[in-house]
């Protein structure tokens, strides 16, 4: 993402090297280089909410007792929502940039013209200032209206996963199958859904398909590539459709007894939000236990 940075010398003392006499508090300001400028915002039926801040950090240099505060907003170009000082705010301690309330009265009352996904870009002058002095730097950031990822549409996404298993084909829609040393364990995904306990989801081995003195992989991804992995899942044809091409961030396997839960955190693309009900499967994760009958679960 592009971005340019303006420094005002406005009410600047001391200067550079002057000799011998290096003035080493010599007042200077930059940007943070991993500054995160997205602002995403969810826009709903009566009203509109921050679902991601923008993060906007400065360098200081030369002064330690400094405020930061916003001077003015100028809208990008392609742009037709015009915002101006009060409708952002800004926060020093957390380096938080979002829209304030009427901020988001303006993006509610504009959401029907906006594009999902789309970047509208807003450059906004801060101004860095000590007792005796300031710098200004522009700051490039950008407004998106999020496109909502639902519980719906993960739960269909999760109805339609498979499993591939080589040699042998691959396994029905909605069927997720573990082997066991040649033997594959059948669980029904075609009922899935996410509830709002832990775990989201439970499914028993169907018909008894494993057997007695088997050992079911939970981890090994050649036992359930195509099926539930991070791989599997993210082979699912909906998968690209709602989260692009971002990684799944993270997966385990606990195993107690003849249960075995999954825990898969969704790292959502720029420009998503989650709908509030499914917000965890990208910080807990999302849950999926599924238990034995006969045989038993190895890592």
């Excluded at 906006?114 to 700051?139: C, G, M, P, W």
């Excluded at 396997?253 to 499914?278: N, R």
Aim: proline share 1%; glycine share 10%.
């Amino acid at each position: 993402m592009l971005f340019s940075v303006s420094c005002s010398n406005e009410g600047t003392t001391g200067g550079g090297d002057t000799g011998d006499n290096y003035n080493y508090n010599y007042f200077s300001v930059s940007e943070d280089w991993n500054n995160s400028k997205d602002i995403t915002v969810i826009s709903q039926t009566s009203s509109s909410s921050v679902y991601s801040a923008g993060t906007v950090g400065f360098s200081v240099y030369g002064a330690t007792d400094y405020t930061i505060s916003i001077e003015s907003v100028t809208m990008g170009s392609g742009g037709s929502l015009t915002l101006d000082v009060s409708d952002f705010i800004y926060s020093q301690s957390t380096k938080d940039l979002r829209l304030s309330s009427s901020g988001l009265t303006k993006f509610q009352n504009a959401s029907s013209g906006l594009t999902e996904k789309q970047k509208y870009q807003y450059t906004i002058t801060f101004k860095i200032a000590t007792s005796s002095e300031s710098k200004n730097v522009d700051v490039n950031v950008n407004l998106i209206k999020a496109k909502v990822i639902t519980k719906a549409e993960v739960e269909a996404m999760m109805k339609k996963i498979t499993t591939d298993k080589g040699l042998m084909g691959s396994s029905s829609a909605g069927v997720v199958s573990i082997n066991g040393g040649g033997n594959y364990a059948n669980f029904d995904f075609s009922s899935f859904t996410i509830g709002s306990g832990t775990p989201n989801f439970r499914s028993t081995v169907v018909s008894s398909t494993d057997i007695a003195g088997k050992s079911y992989s939970a981890a090994n991804s050649s036992a359930t590539i195509g099926g539930l992995s991070t791989s599997g899942i993210q082979k699912i044809a909906d998968y690209r459709t709602l989260f692009g091409y971002s990684s799944i961030d993270w997966s385990i396997q606990v195993i107690s007894g003849k249960k075995c839960t999954f825990y898969f955190i969704f790292k959502v693309p720029s420009g998503c939000a989650l709908e509030s009900s499914i917000q965890h499967i990208a910080t807990t994760g999302l849950t999926i236990e599924l238990t034995l009958v006969n045989g038993s679960w190895t890592k």
